[in-house]
């Protein structure tokens, strides 16, 4: 078991109250943070823009379903990794988590091993897609900074022309 990512959180989302409580033990004696909500809307009236971490998702809950509320998320451009669980995981159910957005798929009971592995996994993917977003900021700013002459240079060189053709070309 790595050691967690920066201070992320596991947000846990299950309307059965022993399981939010048997697996945010697991997480929690392994030194993350977790948070737990009984329903997708008590998770949604908590959400935060700056949420860092990941999501274990209950599929079949009273109200919002898992999938509604992964589906909600990606409407708001929250790109936290999702783990769904779910007792009645076929492939039909799967692929449909998947093609939601999920990061994995598990069947209840969950084995606290494999559980683990798949927080850590999503932690990681977490943390990779937050410095892909700093990396994009930066460029971005980068880019903004030029001035309207740098930026044609660029768009040149972009383009694959060599210093002199551009030298010619302005």
Same mark, same amino acid.
């Given at each position: 078991?790595n050691?967690?990512i ?8 299950d309307?059965?109250a ?9 997480i ?10 009984p $329903? +997708?809307e /008590? ?8 949420? *860092? ?6 599929? =079949?809950? !009273? ?10 998320l990606?409407?708001?451009g ?5 783990i ?5 995981g076929?492939?039909?159910t ?6 939601a957005?999920?990061?994995?798929f ?14 850590? $996994? +999503?932690? /990681? ?8 977003q *700093? ?6 700013r =980068?880019? !903004? ?9 660029l768009?040149?060189a972009?383009?694959g ?10």
């Open positions: 078991m050691q967690p920066e201070s992320d959180t596991v947000y846990l989302v309307d059965d022993a399981v939010r409580d048997s697996i945010s033990l697991l929690e004696t392994v030194g993350l943070n977790c948070r737990t909500y $329903s +997708a /008590a998770f949604l009236a908590g959400l935060d823009a700056e949420i *860092r971490g990941c999501l274990i998702l209950d599929m =079949r809950m !009273e109200g919002m379903s898992g999938f509604e509320l992964q589906e909600e990606n409407q708001r929250c790109m936290l990794p999702t769904f669980l779910s007792a009645h076929d492939v039909p799967t692929v449909r988590a998947m093609k957005g999920a990061a994995d598990l069947t209840k009971p969950v084995d606290g091993a494999l559980l683990l592995d798949r927080v850590q $996994s +999503a932690l /990681a993917l977490a943390h990779a897609r937050r410095q892909a *700093r990396v994009r900021q930066n460029a971005r =980068r880019l !903004e900074s030029l001035t309207e002459r740098e930026f044609e240079i768009k040149l972009t383009a022309q060599t210093n002199k053709e551009i030298a010619r070309e302005l």
